[in-house]
C-alpha cells in the first residue's frame, strides 16, 4: 500500500485512555460526521487501547476485544465507523505491553496482525517503549510491517519509537508513519529535527506530533501546532472529545486551507528559510503554487521576514510574488524584495505564494 | 507535477560526451523506437553539455544551439524526439558556465525556462559547474525548479550537485524530481560500485517525487565511448550494475550507444521483471542484510511482495546467505517464501536460512512472496 499523502484522523487515545466504549466511539463519530471534520478530510478514528481485555486468550493466544465495554466485536464497532465515512484506528504496542498495560504484540505479530485485519482496523499507532531492552527495534518494526503485509497490506502502520536508528531505516520496514519519542511522550507538535528532513518522504511520513486539546484550547498555540504541521507533511492527529470542542476550535481543525496544505499531493516537505525560533517555512505545493508559514516560537512580538530571493526569485524574472494569507485571516498583497510583518508571542500566519507578471509586461 | 516512479531514458554523455549532433539524435530517437527501449519504459532522450554557444543572442538573451551540430536549430530536434512518442530533455547549468564552459543559466533561470517551454522541453539535467564561489547551492536550484514551475510547462527537474552540500536533506523540498548523488560515473567495476556503496545509508530520502540518481547507466558500453575507460566489463558485472539500478530505485538514464548495442545487453537493459523492481509503485529503500561485508540487499515491494538482490564481487563462485529473520519472517509466522529468481525463473521457497550460489562477479535477484505453509 502506498501511502502517498499525510492521513488526518481525530483520536480518544489520551482524552479517554482506556475509558473508552461503544457508545462514545460511536458519539465522537457522529461529530466527526456531523461538525465537518470528515468532509475536511479526518477519515480516520483512533480509539486507543482500551478496547482489548487484559489478557490474551489462554488456548489460543489470540487478542480479545472487550465485547462488553463495545457493545459488540471490534469488527462489528469497525463497520459502524465505516458507514459514517471513517476508518478504525487503534493503539498497540512492539512491546510486551500497551501504554494502558494491555497486550502488546511482541512474540504475536503475525497472529495480531491477522487479528487487525479481520477486524477492520485501518490504522494500528504502535508504541516500542515496552521492547525487550535486547532486541533490535528496526528489526522488530520489519516484523510488524512484514505482518501487515502479509494479512492483506491494507493497514496503516504509525510507529512511536525514540530508536536512534529509525530515521533512516524507517523507509524499509514497511511503516508508514514514524515519530521520534514514544507514545507517551507524543504529544505537542514540534519542529522536524533538521536530520530527519529530508527522510520524509511520501509512503513514510515523519509525525509531528499528536495535538492533545482539553476544553480550554488555546487558539492561538493550535494555529500554530497545525500551521507547523501542515508545512512538514506531517500526519494530523487530534487528540480531543470533540464533541465538547467550541466552534471556534472546530473551525480551525477543519479549515480547508490547513488541510489543503497539510494533504497536497506533491507531499514535499517545507524548509525552513531562517533559524528557529522565528522563522519562515517553504513549501512547493502541486499546481505552481506556494505555501509560505510565518511562525514565531518566542515569547514577545518579532518582526519575521522572507525574502523573494530566497524563495528563488531573480531579476530575471519580471515577477512579483502574490501573498495571499489564509486560515482565519483574509489578506493580499504582493512584494518583490521581502515580506516583513509582526507576529504576536507564539503567533504564526499561513499564506498562499504565487508568481505574477508585473504590471505591463505580456508573455 | 508528480514524478511517482524513477524516471527512465537515454542521455548522450557517456558514449557520445560533445561529438553529437542533430543527425545521432534522430539515429538514437529512432533506435530508442524501434528497439523496444521506449516500450520497456525509456522515454526521455536527453542532449546533455555542449549543446549551446558560449554567449548569448545579444537581443533576446537566449541560449543559442551551436549551428555546428543543429544547423536547423533545436526546434526540429524536439519535434522529431515527440513524433516518435518520446520525451525531450536537455542540459544546463547552476552556473554562469556549464561544465564545458558554454552558456550557463546563472541570473538567467527564467529566461531560460520560458525558452525550454516554447521548444517543448520535457526534462531538465541542471549541473553545478562554474557558479559564483559565494553563492549557494540550494538557492541555486530553487530557482529553476521556481522558473520551470512558472513556466506552465511540465518538466523533470534532474539536480546534479553530485551529492554537495547534503543534497538529501533539503533537494525534496525546493521542487526537483532527482538529484545526483555522487560525482560522475566511468564504464569500469571500481567507479559503480563506490557510487552504489556510497548510497546504502542515504536511499531512505529517496521516494516518489523525488529520487536519489546513481548517474547514467553504463552497461553495454563495452570500454568505448567518453566514459568509456578501456576495461572490457563482462556480462555478470553489467548485470550487476543494472540490477542495483534497480534494487535502489534510481533513475534509469542509459548512457550506451542504443543504436549498436547488443542485443544481450539490450534485452537486460529491457528485462521487465528487473524494470518492474525499479519501478514498484511503493518505491521503497532496500536495506542491507547480513554482516558488513555481505552484499545482499532487501527491499519491500507493492503488494506484500520482496525483492533480494545478492552480489558476489569476489573472483570466485560462492554461496551467499539469506535469512528471512533478517526481513521480519519469524519461524512462528507461519509463512514462508515462495521465490522466483528474476533472471533464469528458477522458483524454490524458503522458511529457514538460504544459501544461494552466485558465479563470481555476479549477483542474483530473486522475488519473494509470502505464503501459509
Given amino acids: 500500500m502506498v501511502l502517498s499523502v499525510p492521513p488526518l484522523a481525530v483520536s480518544v487515545a489520551r482524552t479517554f485512555g482506556d475509558g473508552i466504549d461503544g457508545d462514545r466511539v460511536l458519539g465522537i463519530a457522529r461529530a466527526m460526521s456531523d461538525r465537518g471534520f470528515v468532509r475536511a478530510g479526518y477519515r480516520y478514528l483512533n480509539i486507543g487501547d482500551g478496547w482489548a481485555k487484559k489478557e490474551r486468550d489462554p488456548e489460543s493466544g489470540s487478542l480479545l476485544a472487550d465485547e462488553s465495554k463495545l457493545a459488540g466485536s471490534l469488527g462489528s464497532l469497525a463497520a459502524e465507523l465505516n458507514s459514517l465515512g471513517i476508518r478504525l484506528a487503534i493503539v498497540t504496542s512492539g512491546g510486551t505491553r500497551t501504554p494502558n498495560g494491555f497486550p502488546g504484540s511482541f512474540g504475536h505479530e503475525y497472529e495480531d496482525a491477522s487479528f487487525y485485519a479481520e477486524n477492520g482496523v485501518s490504522m494500528i499507532a504502535q508504541d516500542f517503549s515496552s521492547l525487550p531492552r535486547r532486541t533490535d527495534t528496526v528489526t522488530m518494526i520489519r516484523r510488524t510491517g512484514m505482518a501487515l503485509r502479509a494479512n492483506g497490506d491494507s493497514i496503516v502502520y504509525s510507529v512511536y519509537s525514540d530508536s536512534e536508528d529509525l530515521t533512516k531505516y524507517i523507509r524499509a520496514t514497511g511503516a508508514h508513519i514514524y515519530h521520534l519519542r514514544p507514545f507517551s511522550r507524543a504529544s505537542g507538535v514540534i519542529f522536524p529535527p533538521k536530520e530527519t528532513h529530508g527522510y520524509s518522504v511520501p509512503g513514510s511520513l515523519f509525525n509531528c506530533g499528536d495535538i492533545v486539546l482539553g476544553k480550554d484550547v488555546d487558539k492561538t498555540d493550535l494555529k500554530r501546532s497545525l500551521i507547523i504541521a501542515a508545512m512538514a507533511s506531517s500526519p494530523i492527529t487530534v487528540d480531543a472529545d470533540i464533541t465538547s470542542l467550541d466552534d471556534e476550535t472546530v473551525s480551525l481543525l477543519t479549515d480547508p486551507d490547513l488541510t489543503a496544505v497539510a494533504t497536497d499531493a506533491e507531499c514535499r516537505p517545507a524548509r525552513m528559510m531562517s533559524p528557529e525560533p522565528e522563522t519562515v517555512m517553504l513549501k512547493v505545493l502541486d499546481g505552481n503554487r506556494y505555501a509560505a508559514a510565518f511562525v514565531n516560537d518566542t515569547d514577545e512580538t518579532r518582526m519575521i521576514s522572507f525574502y523573494a530571493h530566497d524563495m528563488g526569485l531573480t531579476r530575471d524574472a519580471r515577477r512579483v510574488v502574490a501573498a495571499d494569507e489564509r486560515v482565519g485571516v483574509c489578506r493580499k498583497c504582493e512584494f518583490s524584495d521581502d515580506l516583513s510583518l509582526p507576529l504576536e508571542k507564539k503567533g504564526s500566519a499561513l499564506f498562499y505564494l504565487t508568481l505574477k507578471r508585473k504590471d505591463g509586461e505580456v508573455k | ?373
Fill in chain 2, 1 to 373: 507535477m508528480i514524478v511517482k516512479t524513477p524516471p527512465m531514458g537515454w542521455n548522450t554523455w557517456n558514449t557520445f560526451g560533445e561529438c553529437y549532433n542533430e543527425e545521432v539524435l534522430r539515429e538514437t530517437a529512432d533506435a530508442l523506437a524501434d528497439r523496444g527501449f521506449a516500450e520497456a519504459g525509456y522515454k526521455y532522450l536527453i542532449i546533455d553539455d555542449h549543446w549551446v554557444m558560449e554567449h548569448r543572442d545579444p537581443v533576446t538573451h537566449r541560449l543559442i544551439p551551436r549551428p555546428g551540430k543543429f544547423p536547423n536549430g533545436i526546434e526540429p530536434v524536439a519535434e522529431y524526439v515527440h513524433g516518435k512518442g518520446l520525451k525531450f530533455g536537455v542540459y544546463s547549468c547552476v552556473g554562469a558556465r556549464t561544465c564545458g564552459a558554454k552558456m550557463g543559466s546563472f541570473e538567467y533561470e527564467f529566461t531560460d525556462a520560458e525558452w525550454f517551454s516554447e521548444i517543448g522541453v520535457d526534462y531538465l539535467k541542471h549541473d553545478y559547474c562554474l557558479r559564483p564561489e559565494k553563492s549557494d547551492g540550494e538557492t541555486l536550484y530553487r530557482r529553476m525548479s521556481l522558473a520551470l514551475r512558472d513556466s506552465g510547462r511540465d518538466t523533470v527537474f534532474a539536480a546534479c550537485n553530485w551529492g554537495c552540500d547534503d543534497v538529501w536533506s533539503w533537494i525534496r523540498s525546493i521542487g526537483a524530481h532527482t538529484y545526483r548523488s555522487t560525482g560522475d560515473i566511468c564504464d569500469n567495476f571500481k567507479s559503480f560500485t563506490d557510487i552504489f556503496r556510497s548510497q546504502v545509508f542515504k536511499l531512505g530520502a529517496s521516494a516518489s517525487g523525488c529520487f536519489n540518481d546513481l548517474d547514467m547507466i553504463t552497461v553495454g558500453m563495452d570500454g568505448e565511448g567518453n566514459v568509456g575507460t578501456s576495461e572490457l566489463l563482462t556480462e555478470g558485472v553489467y548485470r550487476i550494475q543494472f540490477c542495483v539500478w534497480c534494487m535502489f530505485a534510481s533513475p534509469l538514464i542509459l548512457g550506451c550507444d542504443v543504436r549498436t548495442v547488443k542485443d544481450k545487453y539490450r534485452d537486460l537493459l529491457c528485462n521487465r521483471e528487473l524494470i518492474r523492481i525499479n519501478q514498484d509503485s511503493e518505491c521503497r529503500s532496500p536495506f542491507p542484510v547480513g554482516f558488513d561485508d555481505s552484499l545482499v540487499f532487501c527491499r519491500l515491494l507493492d503488494g506484500g511482495d520482496i525483492a533480494v538482490l545478492l552480489i558476489n564481487v569476489n573472483d570466485n563462485a560462492c554461496n551467499m546467505s539469506f535469512l528471512p529473520y533478517d526481513i521480519g519472517l519469524t519461524e512462528e509466522s507461519g509463512y514462508k517464501l515462495s521465490i522466483k529468481d528474476v533472471l533464469n525463473g528458477d522458483t524454490f521457497e524458503a522458511s529457514d536460512i538460504m544459501f544461494v550460489p552466485v558465479p563470481p562477479k555476479d549477483c542474483r535477484m530473486l522475488r519473494g512472496r509470502l505464503v501459509k505453509k
